[in-house]
Structure formats: structure tokens, C-alpha cells
């Protein structure tokens, strides 16, 4: 049976959820999961790890270490462990840590993956390529199948169990250290990791309009604002909330498109979310091509009676 190495994130004492997803994709094809993880608190958490499909947990004492020392330490781990992949949630801080692995074990990375299989003892994945107009299936030429997953596509392991957790000493030959990661302001959920993401285009008009997506987005509790490049070159909104080609790549469980023409490049960031729900006035607009319901109408009366019906359906429990 393959043998897969994921790197673990944590913050404050938790694992995070991406995280849990990379473990949960890797037990669809493996028993044998090794969990890697470093920073403060790492042995604590590793001990939670067991519940969540890894096997063992090697928890480096690396509080503080850069990127490039803490590679390094994973890679030992992937080579120690002769590991056929190792997987990693397409965070900022892996999208950072996992290219060096790759390189380290003489392998190449393949980024932002939807799919993960084991046929044969092969292992292959897929993800989109050209803006999502094909799903290429790869298969690595490397020794190790090395890649990052896309958030929001793969469930967590059910059914849980106990991790050997090794304590592991770090490198401590680093030319940077890492002092501190702040929260942004405001604590509000992030597009790529909320599970309902409530995005506005030109069709909204102006700025001011997006306070209607605030609200709904509020109604729903677990919901972010997204937005189009549009609106975003018009500085309506940061560019931190642009979904598409150039901004983040999404995959919530509810995605609601509104006032969003429905561009290719758009659509790149989006297509693969659970369900699409498009609100448009022009019944021809590209976005319900993919959308699983379309609402063919003004988005400034849809938009308020959805979030009073959202609000009347919350308020029901
Ligand atoms: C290299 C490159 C990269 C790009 N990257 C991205 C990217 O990452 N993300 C991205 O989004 N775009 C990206 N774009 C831009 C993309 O091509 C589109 O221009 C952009 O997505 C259009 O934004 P929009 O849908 O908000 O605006 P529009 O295309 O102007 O669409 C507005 C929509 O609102 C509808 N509407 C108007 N009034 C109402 C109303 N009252 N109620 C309901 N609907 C209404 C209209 O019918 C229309 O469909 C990129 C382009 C290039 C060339």
C-alpha cells in the first residue's frame, strides 16, 4: 500500500479545516497516513490527528523556523518514510512550503488538484487546466507524487482513530525567521475558505450596493463576499475578494453569482463548487451555463427577498 506524508496546518490549538480535508483526500487512497506539522503547540495537536485519518503525526519542533528550513525537515520526513505522495491543502503558507518538497525529493508539484485517485497501485490526480476547460489527469514521472488540493473538494475521514506521535527535532540551519502571523482585521471569513460565498459584479452598480451582499452574506452566518475583477479594477472591493483567473480560486459548498456576467476567466475560480446559484437580469448571460439554479431578474429586489427568506428560514432553526 502507498505510503502518503500531508503536511498539517494549525492555528490555535486546532488543526485547521483544509488541513483535515488533505487527510481525509489521502485516506480515500491509503491506510498509511503520516501527518507532518510544526509551530507552537505542534505535539498537542498532533496527539488530535488520529481522529482525522492520520496514522502517525511527526510534530517538528520548528517554532519560528522559515520556509525553506521547514521544507527541508518535510522532505526528510517524505524520504524517511519512502512515501509515494505527499499532499498538502493549497494554503498560502503550503502553496509557499510544498514546491520546495517537490524539488527537494526530485520530484514536480502539481497545484490546486480536485482529484485524487489510486488505480492499479498508481496514483494520479486531476485538476483543471486552461481556465477549467479541461481536467487533465497526472501521474507523476518523480519518485513521489507530490501536490496541493484544492479547499473545499475533499470530505474529512470518517471513522477516526489513535496517531503515534514522534517528537522530531527541526533544522536549525535558517536564514529567516518567522516572527508572527497577524489575523486581519475584522475576522471575517475569506472567500477561499467559507462554506457559502455570496460574489457581486458590475451589475451591482456601485459600492455602496454591496452592503446588500453584506447582508445576505450576515444572513447566512457562515457566508463571505466575493467579487469580479470588475468591480475589483473599479476599486469597489479589495482585490483579497476577487474569485477568478487572477484572484482566488474557490470551492464552497454554496456559490451565488450575482450581477457576475459569467466571463471565462470568472469562471475559472468558481466552476467547482457544490452549488452554483446565478441572479441576472439578461436571461443570456454565460453564468447559467453552469449554474445549477438561474434567477432571471433585477438583483435589487431578488437579493433582499432572499435574505429575508434566509433570515425567516434561520430563524425557524
Ligand atoms: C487575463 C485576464 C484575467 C482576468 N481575471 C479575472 C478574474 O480573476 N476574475 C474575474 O471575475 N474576471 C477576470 N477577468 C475579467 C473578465 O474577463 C470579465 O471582464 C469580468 O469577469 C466581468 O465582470 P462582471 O461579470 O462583474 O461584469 P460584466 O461582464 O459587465 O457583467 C455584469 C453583469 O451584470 C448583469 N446585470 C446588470 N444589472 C443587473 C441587475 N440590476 N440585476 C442583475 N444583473 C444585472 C448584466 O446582465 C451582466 O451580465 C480577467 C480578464 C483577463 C483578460
Redesign the pocket.
Known amino acids: 500500500m502507498s505510503k502518503i506524508v500531508v503536511f498539517v496546518e494549525h492555528t490555535a490549538g486546532a488543526v485547521t479545516r483544509a488541513s483535515i480535508e488533505a487527510l481525509g483526500a489521502a485516506r480515500t487512497v491509503s491506510e498509511d497516513v503520516t501527518a507532518v506539522l510544526a509551530g507552537e503547540g505542534a505535539q498537542a495537536v498532533a496527539a488530535t490527528l488520529g481522529s482525522h485519518g492520520a496514522t502517525r503525526a511527526v510534530a517538528l519542533d520548528a517554532a519560528g523556523a522559515s520556509r525553506d528550513a521547514l521544507a527541508a525537515d518535510v522532505a526528510k520526513v517524505v524520504r524517511e518514510q519512502g512515501a509515494a505522495a505527499f499532499l498538502a491543502c493549497a494554503t498560502s503558507t503550503a502553496r509557499d512550503i510544498a514546491p520546495r518538497v517537490a524539488a527537494l525529493v526530485d520530484s514536480v508539484l502539481f497545484s490546486d488538484c480536485t482529484g485524487l485517485t489510486a488505480e492499479g497501485g498508481a496514483l494520479r490526480v486531476t485538476r483543471p487546466w486552461l481556465a477549467g476547460k479541461v481536467i487533465a489527469t497526472l501521474e507523476s514521472s518523480g519518485p513521489v507524487l507530490c501536490a496541493t488540493l484544492r479547499r473545499n473538494t475533499f470530505a474529512p475521514f470518517e471513522g477516526g482513530g489513535a496517531a503515534e506521535v514522534i517528537a522530531a527535532d527541526a533544522s536549525t540551519d535558517f536564514k529567516a525567521v518567522l516572527k508572527g502571523i497577524a489575523a486581519k482585521a475584522g475576522g471575517k471569513l475569506d472567500v477561499s475558505e467559507a462554506p457559502v460565498v455570496v460574489s457581486g459584479?458590475?451589475?451591482?452598480?456601485e459600492a455602496e450596493h454591496f452592503a446588500m451582499l453584506e447582508e445576505l452574506a450576515a444572513a447566512f452566518g457562515n457566508a463571505a463576499v466575493g467579487?469580479?475583477?470588475?468591480?475589483v479594477d473599479a476599486g469597489w472591493r479589495p482585490h483579497g475578494e476577487?474569485?477568478?483567473?487572477?484572484?482566488k480560486t474557490v470551492s464552497p459548498q454554496l456559490y451565488i453569482a450575482?450581477?457576475?456576467?459569467?466571463?471565462?476567466?470568472?469562471l475559472?475560480?468558481m466552476k467547482t463548487s457544490g452549488t452554483i446559484v446565478a441572479?441576472?437580469?439578461?436571461a443570456d448571460?454565460p453564468?447559467f451555463k453552469i449554474a445549477d439554479y438561474g434567477l432571471v431578474?433585477?438583483?435589487?429586489e431578488i437579493v433582499p427577498a432572499l435574505t429575508a427568506a434566509v433570515r425567516e428560514l434561520k430563524a425557524q432553526g
Open positions: 459584479g458590475r451589475g451591482l452598480k467579487a469580479s475583477r470588475a468591480v476577487q474569485v477568478g483567473q487572477t484572484g450575482v450581477g457576475i456576467s459569467g466571463a471565462i476567466q470568472h475559472a475560480g441572479i441576472n437580469k439578461d448571460a453564468i431578474g433585477d438583483a435589487f
